[in-house]
């Protein structure tokens, strides 16, 4: 998929090189994708494996604050797997702001993320 991507923003500045919103554009269109699958797999409206992807804080060895509805981010040792669904969706899912992430429909979630990206 990361190969799309830079094929897609490489074909974009050579259409037009004064226009690089568009890239911005396509890397929100790509954030919305993840972050509205990761809510789908914490609210368990997507198949096992990809629910399978991601821990909840809570649901792991320590404890904090500030981890009501965070993930935990793997740690990764090689760009493949911060190029990964896990590691990226996890990081932008942490991103977000609580009142997002606390959502309680899909389309709240969508509405309330468009406004943020």
Known sequence: MR???TAK???IKIKNPQDWGN???LRNRINNKNA???FKSFNGLVPEYLTSKFIKRNESNYSLRDSVSKLVVPCPRTNY???SFSYSGATLWNSLPCSIRESSSLNQFK???YKKL
Do not use: I, Q
């Open 111 to 113: 509405r309330l993320l």
């Open 36 to 38: 509205s699958m990761v």
């Open 3 to 5: 190969c799309r991507d």
């Open 23 to 25: 890239n911005r554009k």
């Open 81 to 83: 797997l911060k190029n």
């Open 9 to 11: 923003r490489k074909a």
